[in-house]
């Protein structure tokens, strides 16, 4: 089965940290550009970093630059998210994707990727 499956969510205080994974299984993901996103409740998806498969240059949403951290290891078939300084705009549910480049401005429209993960829950409260 292709999927990814996103883990490492939690509930941290503000100005904490924290580190998401994303593991494919079942197709070899250092082929691909790799996005997370997150979707807070009533809000719309939103791009966060982006993590191409050739290169591995990175991009970043100007809401999480210098704060996140988007890395790959394909070894381990794994991207991570690491997140510091979390903050009260940074909750929700962060997704992964993947497709073959990544996107000018991280478009989330969901038919422009190949896989999805069904996402991890972040929750910053004091």
């Known amino acids: 089965q292709l999927q990814l499956v996103e883990s490492g969510g939690g509930s941290v205080q503000p100005g904490g940290s924290l580190k998401l994974s994303c593991v494919a299984s079942g197709f070899h993901l250092g082929a691909y550009a790799i996005s997370w996103f997150r979707q807070a409740p009533g809000q719309e998806r939103e791009g966060v970093s982006c993590?191409?498969?050739?290169?591995?240059?990175?991009f970043d949403s100007a809401s999480v630059k210098g704060r996140f951290t988007i890395s790959r290891d394909n070894a381990q078939n794994t991207v991570y998210l690491q997140m510091h300084n979390l903050h009260a705009d940074d909750p929700g549910t962060y997704s992964c994707?993947?497709?073959?480049?990544?996107?000018?401005?991280?478009?989330?429209?969901?038919?422009?990727?190949?896989?999805w993960g069904r996402g991890t829950q972040v929750t910053v409260a004091s």
């Open positions: 994707a993947a497709r073959d480049r990544c996107i000018y401005a991280l478009s989330s429209l969901p038919s422009l990727y190949s896989y």
């Open positions: 993590v191409s498969g050739a290169t591995t240059s990175t």
